[in-house]
């Protein structure tokens, strides 16, 4: 793996560009080292975060909005305020129900997402 480092200490939402992904959905980085994580992922309704697996554990936070998610087998719809645990290596992905905002936590660092 390589090293990153860290990210600043401070990291304020409003001085962070959005990185537009596509589809409506649009993501920040809000703070990482080699070890963990954090990541802002915003998605206007009917956008789809295809399915998709990594070796990265995944837990995320719905700040807000609606969202079915398939994780595994199990397909559920989360709102604000719900939370999801993807164990390393499970296909999972999501469909925005009502635009909103997820916040994503990786261990370790997504290396692809700061290359």
Known sequence: MANFGA????????DIE??????????????????????NVSFEAGGVGAMHKHP???V???ASGEFEFTVGDEVKLV????????PPNTMHGT??????????????IREDFVQ
């Open 18 to 39: 959005w990185e537009d992904l596509g589809g409506g959905i649009k993501r920040k980085i809000m703070g990482y080292d080699d070890n963990i994580m954090l990541v």
């Open 79 to 86: 709102k604000e305020g719900d939370g999801l645990y993807i």
């Open 7 to 14: 990210s600043k200490v401070f990291l304020l939402g409003d």
């Open 56 to 58: 990265h554990v995944q």
């Open 95 to 108: 469909v925005c129900k009502k635009a909103g905002v997820l916040i994503d936590v990786f261990n370790p």
């Open 60 to 62: 995320t936070y719905v």
